[in-house]
């Protein structure tokens, strides 16, 4: 079993809409979460970082459950440069790696 | 703003040459990665470095060797390329911490024929 799952989509939404990634993780000592952004042909960049309390970021919200073990990531009012694969990224902690998930396909529609 | 620089940004071999791809990192961070990403594969890592003279492997490290040179520099060292190791490749950088941010560099793309 990998250890962060993700929908690979692609999700197809047209533009103003809402629409919600969830990720799920193995390793309930993972200390560290994230959702990276990657265009196509370029490399991740980090979007936010996800904290136990939830968080946002503009139209963008985090949140995080412990006791399940997944992570969501909520896209409102959503733009046509937003269309990207959205990728779910857990850390152990230490100095151990990060860890990614397979990424979840946006195409924000006109 | 240098960041991660990797080079070279596009390399085709023939199967069986070696090569090296060269990371370097401008944030003075102690650990480094070298990933590979395929497609419907994701992220995978090869190897990494925590911090200077240590490497780890990683998912997939069999056909690879890296040499953390100093803090600044990861190298990812093909011996005899293969066409399963076409991919795009990423090196990334990140400090030691809790939540703090990986960064990546701009990948090389790889293809072996």
């Known amino acids: 079993r990998k250890e962060v799952e993700q929908d690979p989509g692609p999700f197809n939404v047209p533009e103003g809409a809402t629409v919600a990634f969830n990720c799920t993780y193995s390793n309930s000592a993972s200390q560290s979460f994230f959702w990276y952004r990657q265009d196509c042909r370029k490399e991740p960049k980090l979007l936010m970082s996800?904290?136990?309390s939830g968080n946002e970021d503009g139209r963008f919200t985090a949140q995080l459950n412990r006791a399940s073990q997944y992570i969501s990531l909520l896209i409102r009012d959503s733009k046509l440069s937003d269309s990207a694969t959205y990728l779910c990224v857990v850390k152990d902690s230490g100095n151990t790696p990060l860890v990614f998930g397979k990424g979840t396909r946006l195409s924000v529609i006109a | 703003n240098a960041g991660v620089t990797q080079t070279p940004k596009f390399q085709v071999l023939k199967t069986g040459q070696s090569m090296t791809l060269q990371c370097a990192q401008d944030m003075n961070h102690n650990s480094m990665y070298w990933y590979r990403q395929d497609p419907g594969m994701g992220l995978r890592l090869i190897y990494y470095?925590?911090?200077?003279?240590?490497?780890d492997k990683g998912e997939v490290p069999n056909g690879y060797n890296v040499s953390r040179l100093n803090k600044r520099e990861f190298s990812l060292r093909l011996e005899s390329a293969a066409p399963s190791q076409t991919s795009v490749y990423f090196c990334?950088?990140?400090?030691?911490?809790?939540?703090?941010?990986?960064?990546f560099g701009q990948g090389t793309r790889l293809t072996v024929v």
């Open positions: 996800v904290y136990s």
């Open positions: 470095s925590a911090s200077e003279g240590t490497t």
């Open positions: 990334a950088s990140r400090q030691t911490g809790i939540n703090t941010e990986a960064f």
